[in-house]
């Protein structure tokens, strides 16, 4: 027994002279490799490359060093107020305080800033100015998010329960069969918000895509076949390339390479969005052409207008510039963020003109994928194919 007590002890030591020995060796090869990386990268490097703004003042309160990230504030209406803000913090920090402040500006654009100062050696101080504006804007975005996606489900949710109270009893059958008429309206517009979620979710998060050469002609009249019921209800004409015959050639041949499901997502999007902004009786005018190495798809409506301060942002999920007719159109308000996200997927953009009375055109772009030199190739300023 003793001996074996001798054996374990011994090897315990030697495994933990080895463990020892080989921290050492580990913390050697660290501490050189530290020499070697300080010799090839000074502080001045580190601080310059870092996001947060860095401002350094002297005893005096005098600013002896400001980072990248700091000096492009310089000049800027932001940059004038957070100054002041630095300089007062800096003076709190040279009285051995540890001050924390965020200043907002409200723009636009809106934008937010810790500022921060800590004490250092010899009556210096340092400064710190974090830009926080786009954490604030997601946040912003996911509160709102949650709040209007549970208005847009708890409203027709609501609507089911109290229609289907009103059932109870009711033995008249032209009642119940508007009540249930009402209801699989209700139910129509539940599904539609989730399938719009569930589109939008599957393109936001770069779900497996299907790219092939997809032709302009074949996703406008997918997209136009998705609205022709609706627009016939309120007697609104929708003139595509598609009712061109002359131009059928030319239409056919303008070609892009992407998810055929995500560009009929879009484009009807776009159309749908027209009609149901659009006055009974109206027209929507859908046409595309090619500009230089891309093609440009655009959809113009005789609607009610886009005033100039929402432009920004009715390509944000939910918003919707007049919410009590959203209401009679029954729109989700997913529609041209869906249309935002398939531009950005195939390396194209969206926009958006407007007059208010007058009508909107929104233009998809997409970049082209077949150079055909036998197209006729627009300046911006002709109709290309119509």
């Known amino acids: 027994m003793t001996a074996i007590l001798i054996v374990v002890s011994i090897a315990v030591a030697f495994l933990a002279g080895w463990a020892i020995g080989r921290s050492r060796q580990r913390q050697g090869i660290e501490a050189a490799s530290r020499d070697e990386l300080t010799r090839d990268i000074s502080l001045g490097d580190v601080l310059e490359r870092h996001p947060t703004g860095i401002v350094i003042g002297d005893a005096s309160g005098r600013v002896e060093y400001r980072n990248e990230a700091a000096r492009r504030l310089a000049g800027t209406h932001a940059g004038l107020l957070i100054d002041e803000a630095i300089e007062h913090h800096l003076q709190l920090g040279r009285a051995g305080s540890m001050p924390n402040r965020t200043v907002e500006l409200f723009g636009p654009p809106r934008m937010a800033f810790v500022i921060s100062a800590r004490p250092l050696p010899h ?90 050469p997809v032709r302009i002609a074949d996703v406008i009249r997918a997209g136009v076949d998705r609205v022709t019921e609706l627009a016939a209800h309120d007697g609104i004409t929708i003139s595509s390339l598609t009712t061109v015959e002359t131009d059928a050639r030319q239409a056919d041949a303008l070609t892009v390479f992407g998810d055929r499901r995500q560009l009929v997502s879009a484009v009807g999007n776009l159309i749908e969005n027209a009609v149901k902004y659009s006055e009974p009786g109206s027209s929507v005018q859908v046409r595309a052409r090619r500009v230089d190495d891309w093609i440009e798809i655009s959809v113009a409506d005789q609607g009610v207008g886009i005033p100039q301060r929402d432009l920004d942002r009715v390509f944000e999920r939910f918003y919707r510039v007049d919410r009590a007719r959203s209401r009679t159109t029954g729109g989700t308000g997913l529609g041209l963020a869906i249309v935002r996200h398939v531009a950005s997927n195939h390396g194209g953009d969206v926009s958006v003109t407007s007059v208010e009375g007058e009508g909107s055109t929104f233009v998809l772009r997409l970049p082209i994928s077949v150079d055909d030199t036998s197209l006729p190739q627009s300046t911006g300023t002709s109709e290309g194919v119509a």
């Open 123 to 212: 009556g210096h101080s340092v400064a710190f100015v974090d830009d926080i504006s786009e954490r604030r804007r997601v946040e912003q975005t996911r509160t709102d998010f949650v709040a209007n996606i549970s208005h847009e489900l708890k409203t027709p949710v609501g609507a089911l329960s109290v229609l289907a109270e009103t059932l109870i009893d009711e033995t008249d059958l032209d009642t119940i069969a508007r009540v249930v008429t009402r209801m699989l309206a209700e139910t129509d517009r539940a599904g539609r918000t989730i399938d719009d979620l569930m589109e939008l979710s599957r393109i936001e998060m770069g779900a497996e895509r299907s790219d092939e």
